[in-house]
């Protein structure tokens, strides 16, 4: 038996050169080619500590087990969003496996913004690629408790959607306040479905937040929620958009900060997601979590126009409140009471409604989860997307069975598909049951089914 501490970091690069929003988006492949030849000139990619991988394709059917792709997957990626998502899945399948000790997906199209139902890009996002590896982990390979932590100056979105009724995945974003910045969301009280109540945890930072609250969140809330959690798998959403120099974010963090991040995190796998200041920050924040990561010096990289940020006391002290406030919360994250008024019969429902930036689509929905005794119970979304000028792509109905669902909710979820199909008022109607690894997919007009299985 080796010491784990001797197995390599596992990096992957892809810059997807053929995808893009547009040629001169701020999401471009310059994102990671600085990167790429800076740790080259470092020598990094020869150390003995890191080992890098060449990237697979994920498949559809590891997509259609996360997302419910409007009208199907191949409408809605790319091959470079397969790429980026099969990066993740590969070196998540090599640290199970023991080959590395940790690692880093530097890939992109990032992914965070993605929600559950997809009927475009949203926050240059199509898929959520640690979505879809943290699912494939639990189907394949009998990782049941993973915790996301997102350090991206954007709310992870999408992230929270997928997992907001998942009691065995805890997700804790931090981010800047969403009344300054896009998407709008991530308060204090977005906590969860009433069944992973506290699961999600959200930290909006005030603008101009530095390195010294960063650390102090790690340190007062996230590692002790996450010793009381006891996660198989940790997965760092690396967003590096909270750095000082970057044009989307108004955040003081610098390079350092994300590597005494990733130091203290210990995550499992990093997954790249947002950055945008491709000379000034991402080739040393990058540097900086591949040496934390590989348990490496990192204290020589510094950006060229480095400088030590001082939090303001006020800034600080508003920070301290929120963790406080927060670790209440999660203290008391099994006492969950049900309002009434959010009951229909037996399930727990809301509304919601989502904007596609990038595509320009609303995007309403009619979340149903089924309440049950036994498991986490079945989710039912009704969507309906606007794609403006007042095409409309119909209605579908998007039924998703949890991965330990009971046998009870597993047949009642079966049989509303069934009968969904046969009334015909849904264009698409979807069956993802997470426990037999098996996707089910109607096409009312064609009267055409598709599935997929595991293999
Ligand atoms: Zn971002
Ligand atoms: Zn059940």
Redesign the pocket.
């Known amino acids: 038996m080796s010491n784990a501490s001797e197995k390599p970091t596992g990096l992957i690069f892809f810059p997807a050169f053929d995808w893009a929003i547009s040629p001169t988006h701020p999401e471009r492949e310059e994102r990671l080619l600085y990167t790429r030849d800076q740790i080259f000139e470092e020598g990094i990619m020869d150390l003995p500590q890191v080992s890098e991988y060449t990237p697979v394709l994920a498949t559809t059917h590891d997509i259609a087990m996360t997302h419910f792709c409007v009208p199907r997957v191949e409408d809605q990626v790319t091959e470079a969003h397969l790429i980026a998502a099969g990066a993740a899945i590969l070196l998540a399948d090599e640290i199970v496996s023991g080959q590395i000790k940790n690692g880093f997906a530097l890939v992109r199209p990032?992914g965070h913004h993605s929600m559950r139902v997809v009927h475009g890009n949203r926050?240059f996002c199509n898929i959520n690629n640690e979505a879809i590896m943290v699912n494939y982990l639990r189907r394949r390979k009998g990782i049941k408790r993973v915790a996301i932590i997102d350090s991206?100056?954007?709310h992870g979105d999408g992230t929270q959607d997928i997992f907001w009724h998942d009691p065995d995945v805890l997700f804790i974003s931090f981010h800047q306040d969403g009344r300054t910045i896009f998407p709008g969301t991530g308060f204090t009280n977005e906590l969860g479905g009433p069944g992973a109540y506290a699961r999600t945890i959200n930290i909006p930072l005030p603008p101009g937040a530095t390195d010294e609250s960063l650390l102090y969140i790690v340190d007062n809330l996230i590692l002790p929620v996450l010793s009381d959690f006891k996660p198989d798998f940790i997965v760092n959403s690396a967003?590096q958009?909270n750095h000082f120099t970057d044009p989307?974010?108004s955040m003081r963090f610098t390079a350092q900060g994300y590597a005494r991040l990733t130091e203290k995190l210990r995550p499992d796998l990093a997954v790249l997601?947002?950055?945008y200041a491709i000379e000034t920050a991402l080739p040393y924040v990058n540097m900086g979590i591949i040496l934390a990561l590989a348990g490496l010096d990192y204290s020589a990289v510094l950006e060229p126009d480095y400088q030590k940020f001082k939090e303001s006391a006020d800034l600080a002290g508003q920070v301290h409140r929120m963790v406080d406030q927060l670790l209440q919360r999660w203290a008391k994250r099994d006492q969950v009471s049900i309002s009434q008024s959010d009951m229909t019969g037996n399930y727990f429902q809301h509304t919601k409604r989502i904007y596609y930036d990038t595509d320009n689509i609303q995007e309403n929905q009619l979340e149903k989860l089924r309440l049950c005794d036994n498991c986490p119970g079945y989710l039912s979304i009704e969507t309906k997307a606007n794609h403006g000028y007042g095409q409309t792509g119909g209605k579908a109905l998007c039924l998703s069975i949890p991965i330990d669902a009971c046998a009870s909710c597993r047949t009642e979820a079966a049989d509303l598909y069934e009968k969904a199909k046969k009334a015909r008022t849904y264009s698409y109607v979807y069956l993802q049951d997470k426990s037999a690894d098996l996707f089910l997919g109607y096409d009312t007009a064609n009267g055409k089914e598709w599935r997929s299985e595991g293999s």
């Open positions: 990032p926050g991206d100056v954007h967003g958009d989307l974010g997601e947002g950055g």
